[in-house]
T-cell receptor
Framework: AQSVTQPDIHITVSEGASLELRCNYS??????LFWYVQSPGQGLQLLLK??????LVQGIKGFEAEFKRSQSSFNLRKPSVHWSDAAEYFC?????????????FGKGTLLTVNP | DSGVTQTPKHLITATGQRVTLRCSPR?????VYWYQQSLDQGLQFLIQ???????AKGNILERFSAQQFPDLHSELNLSSLELGDSALYFC?????????????FGPGTRLTVL
């Protein structure tokens, strides 16, 4: 069964500081990996996704993530955080074929940005 | 704006009641997915429909059912509601059946069961 672990429930950073949100996944085949962001009272917005190819993927809002198969990780990074980045971030893994179309989400990491 | 619409935005009802949540996918998307987000369980996949047919089932209770209509909109029916069904229900859509498809999420329906 596929699973996602986001070890950090809550992270606080100062505006302008760098950010790394951790994500570890468990999946038997080639995973499809996603990061979504949820602002208060909003739906989920896709930040970036990895299907294959270059293991460093660029997303919207200046975010990037690196797929490391050996570590079963897909960590999200941003070099300089803005106050508007405060939100909850979800890592998700999707099936690569067959009938496994669902997304399995981690529990989320809540990001607080201090001025 | 993802292009996925959900109605209503908020729903307050009593235990034992039945409600229907509605979702309209993005134009051209054939797959609709339903997810439940609660504080204790997090985001959980409930069910997927593709072009009117059920394709995948997750942790969906027997009291819950869904369908996708010929115009591709979908409804999630929740019956015999319990306090624990209070949650945010998301609909997502994608172009095809899944896999490399990106799922685009609607704003959600917040259900409160009193």
């Amino acid at each position: 069964a596929q699973s996602v672990t986001q070890p950090d429930i809550h992270i606080t950073v100062s505006e302008g500081a760098s950010l790394e949100l951790r994500c570890n996944y468990s999946y038997g085949a080639t995973p499809y990996l996603f990061w979504y962001v949820q602002s208060p009272g909003q739906g989920l917005q896709l930040l970036l996704k990895y299907f294959s190819g270059d293991t460093l993927v660029q997303g919207i809002k200046g975010f990037e993530a690196e797929f490391k198969r050996s570590q079963s990780s897909f960590n999200l990074r941003k070099p300089s955080v803005h106050w508007s980045d405060a939100a909850e971030y979800f890592c998700a893994v999707g099936g690569s074929g067959g009938s496994n179309y669902k997304l399995t989400f981690g529990k989320g990491t809540l990001l607080t940005v201090n001025p | 704006d993802s292009g996925v619409t959900q109605t209503p935005k908020h729903l307050i009802t009593a235990t034992g009641q039945r409600v229907t949540l509605r979702c309209s996918p993005r134009s051209g998307d054939l797959s609709v997915y339903w997810y439940q987000q609660s504080l204790d369980q997090g985001l959980q996949f409930l069910i997927q429909y593709y072009n009117g047919e059920e394709r995948a089932k997750g942790n969906i209770l027997e009291r819950f059912s869904a369908q996708q209509f010929p115009d591709l909109h979908s409804e999630l029916n929740l019956s015999s509601l319990e306090l624990g069904d209070s949650a945010l229900y998301f609909c997502a859509s994608s172009q095809k059946r899944g896999g490399t498809d990106t799922q685009y999420f609607g704003p959600g329906t917040r259900l409160t069961v009193l």
